[in-house]
């Protein structure tokens, strides 16, 4: 049951979306699919004077964009999974998110980006691919690495009055990728993730890991590695700020990260996609 | 009694489907949020963020003039409209300590999460922004968390006048241990945590309280389990006489002793009823569910055996993290788990010792296995350490171990009279169900292609259907049959349902005997006013007392039927047999006359042909079963339970070593709870306690920090196992009739969960053989496991 009342805002475009988030004095919070959102204000931990809804506002498509894949920020999991143009490693990360069918028809990339929530799939996942963030304020835009959005637990580059309005992911790379998510049941959140770009010499171009630390991690010491444990150890010697929530604790996620990574770049050579 | 000599072959035993199954598949079935009476209000409860403080100050004056609020109160204020609510259990009245319950904390909160203060507004949503107005002032006291640390000299006390944290000491000792284990060939000492976990149904708690003030009565509808029972308390709570007090329990998703009652938000919906004259709902809500505990044990354990695999001697001295003292049954499982030692295993020393403390946690609620999940826990580990001690397989340790088939009723160490069984036919079963020895030959090829694959045994004793004296936790049940001029049949029972089906198989066992269809049959429960006065459901007792006492009424309007069909077919009462709605001579078939029109005959040509019988076609009847005995032995022990179902598990694990993540691959088990009324049910429940027995195992835990903060608040924190986590439950039945229940039953329900847990626990084990681990606490998590992992390498 949310307490008290809010003002919900429904903008047809992405200008009105803008200008209605310029327009909102006090707290506001931006409605992608609104898994993290609604909950939240069910239970009081988000008590906003005013709701953009942007499910209408015509941010839910998949299409080329000068060699890059954009995908709208309201696009679900589902969505993404339905586009014939989607990376086919997000696709991967997409079919596991947890939550089953509700949370893939409703959840979408862009909301789990702007959330940030560390024990999750989608920050370190747009990391790996090299994605690029596309933020928008009433009058202007701005371009971000995915390596750069994300400032800590929950902490986004998102500047009052911004909101996120496509995700650019380059065309498929040269090479193979592999996504590897560790959790703990069905129902878990995911305790560590890694996503791995494996070039055509079987060497490793590219590696995320998620889950393990308040940020994603960009393991610039893997590139180049040709072995699991040579990843592993690539992982081990990468500093990180570890990351505790209610299942596992920092110090067992780093412990499994090199493995974690050493499974992601297996499945990137084994078959081009991890489980 | 003639009614059990006779073949039943129609109902009784045949996987009939739920006979209302539709209204729950299509939405129809009301459940308590259902419940909406016109002007209703709704109530919200504010509870405390520490664990442990003093109260100084409540103001509720602003909350009271915010938006659809009509009433508010504080602790203070409830004080003088409630009384203490009763314990369900009291622990004075076995020798323990006790403490007052309020609805709503006074001076002093001793958990986070405690009721302080609440209100009622228009809507639910008005009712929760009022609560951010009541201003509370704490003084933050130091909090007690962990069992040990409660028990230590010097702990700071959560209640004061008692001189430290103990709730209760209960010793259940037999025999010589220390002289037994200087003679054993081997003595393990070991550890056990086992963690604070619950039942999370599905529907949370919920409560309709209607107080009308011109006939002075109070109608409380209410997700509840133990409506009689319930109106007791209700009653002395709010000073009223219990036939003031019309308890009607909803439509239940699901119970487990959760909805077992001793809340405060049951009489708190009353007092604001009260109060106010409008109907008062709360609905519960899941982080509100997920504070109630159960288990949370460290357990030490010495055992001592022999070279050839017999256990000569046990000593499991352990302390009970029971959380704070609510009204609530749930500290009770604690008694339980010491007074099940050393279940179906032949031990002649033993000295159990349980010592209950508490802690600034929330209270435990009753929650299924009811304390002997954890005694079969630790002995079936105990079991496996002596097989790998030994060198002697797991299974083969068990049947030198077992009570034999000849020696029941045996009595245990603990004065319980186990009634029946076949332990090691039923081990057989299900080693031949596994195919026990090929699984061990594929192990062995595993673990040279360097997998660990672990396979995993365990036996589970459920003593089932208790009687717990000076309690409402009572070992017998009343039934109502009552057949109408039409010949349908409307039985009324003091058995609750938890949404299983106890209901359609009560009246396959009424259809049976009165010779009618299950769709001739209807069945109210949960109505105090409707039904005879009986105490809901727990301990696998539905069938055990509800189901024998509806036999034995419908045994009595039969004994009708047939006079008064003899009389109307001129023919002897002998001769008479009812069947498919008929009564019909077994002389002659061709000679017959609908049921039916006998029972018109009863009520509509009474001094015609039934003046040998005493209309109407009604009949009340109790049953007590054999079986319980509060007279104490010349050991002072008592014998609380009438039946002992039992089942043997198998599960199939591998283990990644490399993050310490168990898969389950096959999990089978063999059930013995008796006759078997109705296999769909039975099954059904194995397979429910089976996954509560998987999340018990793996991932289900209730963590605080060492502060008091509930961590575990929401299903994202405390994982329930999903469909996708469970492989198929292969299952055997072995029916050993009870011989002290008029059907021979024995209770289902509750098995399950202390089997799986640790049949997974024993698998886990099996496969890290050869790293020499030992996890010496569970839930067996991947942190668990990989910890326990890099210890045993060290």
Redesign the interface.
Known sequence: MIKGAFDYHTPASLEEAASALASVDGEVSVISGGTWVVPEMTHGVRRPRAVVDLRRAGLGTVRRDNGAVAIGTTVTYSGLLAAPDGPAVLKVMASGVTGGKQVHNQGTLGGSACYANPSSDVPAALVGVDATLRLVRDGGSREIAAADFFRGSFKTALEPGELLSEILVPAEPQGRFGYYKFKFSESSWPIATATCLVGSDGRVARLSLGGVSTTPVLVSAATGAGEAGDVAAAVAATEFEPWTDGLADGGYRRRIAGVIAGRAFAAATRDGEGS | LSAITEPHTSYVGSSERKHNGDRFLTGRVEYINDVVLPGTVHMAVLRSPHAHARIVRVDTTKAKNAPGVVAALSGEDARSLCNPIPHFIDPAAFGGKTAEVRVLAVDKVIYQGQPVAAVVAA???DA??AL?LIEVEYEPLQAVVHGGAASAEGATLIHEEWGDNVVITVPFVEGDVDAALEQADHVIEETLQIQRYSSQSIEPRGYVASWDESSEMLTFHGAVQNPHPLRFVLAKALNLDEGQVRVIASSLGGAFGLKMHGHPEEPLTCVFSRLTGRPVKWIEDR?ETLLVGGREHSHCITVGFTNDGKVTALRDHFIANIGALGATPGWGMAFLTALSFPTGYKIPNTDCVVTAVTTNKAPWNATRGYGKEGTNLVMERVMDMVAARTGIDPAEVRRRNFIGKDEFPYKTNSGLNVDSGDYHALLDKVLDLVDYDSLREQQAKAREEGRHIGIGIAFELTPEAADIPGSLVTGFDTSTVRMDPSGKVLLLTGVTTPGSGNDTSMMQIVADELGVLLSDVTVIQGDTTVCPYGFGHFSGRSMVVGGNAALLAAGDIKQKLVKVAAAMLEADEADIRLGQRMATLASDPEKSIPIADVAYAVYSLTFIFAKGVEPPLESTRVYMPDNIDHTPDEKGRIQPYPTYSNAIHAAVVEVDV??G?VTLERLAVGHDCGTVINPLYVEGQMEGAIAMGVGAG??EEQ?YDDEGNF???S???Y???????MPSIEMVHQVTPSPFTLLGVKGAGEAGIGGAQSAIANAVHDALAPLGVTVRKMPL???TV?DAIEEARR
């Not at chain 2, 994982?719 to 986590?725: G, H, M, N, Q």
Request: glycine fraction near 4%; charged fraction near 35%; aromatic fraction near 4%.
């Open positions: 809507t639910a949503g929760q922004a951010d982080r490399e993050t993540k793996l991932t963590r961590i575990s608040n299903f994202k924190r994982l329930l196992p999903r469909a996708k986590d998590t991947p942190a990989l």
